[in-house]
């Protein structure tokens, strides 16, 4: 029933231009106030594609991160699907970079400096901090979610907590 109130007021009044920023500096509150929207953006929609770019839009607008967007396992690649930040590089194979890792070894990677990280990806220079979540169904990778910093050391266990989160929102 909670849900249907929900969708209801996400036809009514939740349009992407709505969305609630907060100034708070606290990184919990930051999620614990974005989490609800996503929700309510991404309910009741089932494209995906959809729903992976409401999600990095609505991610990009609440944290300012350098990069944040997916990538999704095509004829054994990841592929690059929707995104908020500059261009990126379109594909990356199995084990390779961090994406490609975090693929291989189904789990959340935090790097606090990619240049460190044997093999990483450097998509773009500016690049200097990361944290990959893979997106998990029935025991597969089906893609990851991938977000870059400017700054060196940037996310935690709190963003991964968190990220986690967003991620089992996703219906595949
Ligand atoms: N740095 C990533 C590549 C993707 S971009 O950062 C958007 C990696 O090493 O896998």
Redesign the pocket.
Known sequence: MGYFILKLLNYICCMAEDLTITRSTDKEERYQSLIPQIEALIFGERDLVANLANISAALKEQFKWF?V?F?LVKDNELVLGP?Q?PV??TR?AKG??????AWEQAKTLIVAD?EA?P??????SL?RS?I?LPMIQNGEVVGVL?V?SEELNWFDQTDAKYLEQIVKLLQF
């Open positions: 990069w967007g990538y995104f930040g990126a590089c990356i390779r970079g961090v994406c490609g890792a990619v990280f093999g990483h990806i450097a998509c773009s690049s990361e990959v991938d870059d």
